[in-house]
């Protein structure tokens, strides 16, 4: 019976082959091990559902959007705030921490009015397809 070689012997021999060192494993018997464990390490992550913490902070931004929508003009974080769609628990820097995260993400415009910071829903270029 062929002795199973356990992962422990395969990191050991990963190790001793990128030092240079002698080994009686070569590249072509490690690869598959390397492939293999990159493998189930994607499927870790494809599976994984998002976190409780990461679903509320989605929705938040949503709300935070729809305030962006609905206004006339732009807001500062602070009048997004106060709005009725905001809840009565939520803090000024979440509400920064939202559309700090929206503006890099290209779903908001940041305007500098003097001293004050407003934001606003941030205009849609045409896309790709509509571009003639």
Known sequence: MEKKITQKEYYNALI?????????????????FVESRLALLNNRSAN????????ETDSFREVVLQVLANATEPMTASEVLADDAIADDVTL????SALTFLKNAGKVERIEDGKKVKFKIAETAPAEDDVE
């Open 93 to 96: 820097p979440k509400v920064t």
């Open 48 to 55: 994984r559902k998002p976190s409780k913490a990461k679903v």
């Open 16 to 32: 001793s082959y990128l030092k240079g060192e002698e080994t009686s494993f070569t590249a072509d018997d490690l690869i598959p």
